[in-house]
């Protein structure tokens, strides 16, 4: 078994303990173990490419307190916005979000940190079709009022000729869907070599200071 063959099997093992467990405990041990594997893809340097936009809106979803977002979305807290999406998922063909999380000070959302996914077809070989998991973060930061998206590398990606695996149309979609669920419209995007730079050796120290503990 290939490495990105084992690496999908684990998403989808790990998806379907935590979607089929029963106890509470076990399924926040899990969610926390499937945390760890996203941070550990990420510190794979599995995004390579970083963009970043500003709101060009004046008010967000987000913008709206903490109480009045997790009304409109029918949820009794924030931890329930940050569960809600794994407990759903099934890796598919089209980008779904699967990881949240938020910064908040009382009533104030002050950072979303969101995890896109999707199902991607790696070969053109369609009697022997080798499959992999593509994965998008997306920090959204209220105060500044920007959003920054750390993408893949660009792949051979033969799902659909109309959406590769390129960081533009990457974005695009990404975009699609932060205005949709969050009300968040944005600027064109600028892909910044520095920005990764600066990412790329912070996530490296934070990686070996982990490794440390």
């Not at 809600?84 to 009533?107: A, C, M, Y």
């Amino acid at each position: 078994m290939g490495k990105e063959t084992s690496r999908l099997s684990y998403f989808y093992k790990i998806v379907e303990k935590i979607n089929d467990c029963a106890s509470e405990s076990e399924q926040n041990a899990l969610i926390s173990e499937f945390d760890a594997f996203l941070l550990s893809e990420m510190y794979k340097k599995r995004c390579a490419n970083v963009a970043q936009s500003f709101i060009s809106v004046g008010k967000t979803l987000l913008d709206s307190g903490v109480k009045n977002f997790l009304n409109q979305k029918n949820l009794a807290s924030v931890e329930d916005f940050e569960n809600l999406n794994i407990f759903k998922f099934r890796p598919g063909l089209t980008l779904q979000e699967i990881s949240s999380s938020t910064e908040v000070d009382g009533d104030e959302i002050k950072k979303v940190h969101l995890v896109y996914a999707r199902k991607i077809i790696t070969t053109n070989n369609l009697k022997n079709q080798d499959w992999d998991i593509e994965y998008n973060w997306v920090d959204i930061d209220l105060n500044l009022k920007t959003v920054t998206f750390f993408l893949p590398s660009e792949s051979a990606n033969h799902n659909d000729e109309k959406f590769p695996s390129r960081p533009k149309f990457i974005t695009e979609e990404i975009k699609n869907i932060l205005s949709e669920n969050y009300g968040i419209g944005l600027s064109n995007e600028k892909y910044s070599t520095d920005l990764y730079k600066i990412y790329h050796r912070l996530t490296t120290q934070n990686e070996k200071s982990m490794q440390e503990v």
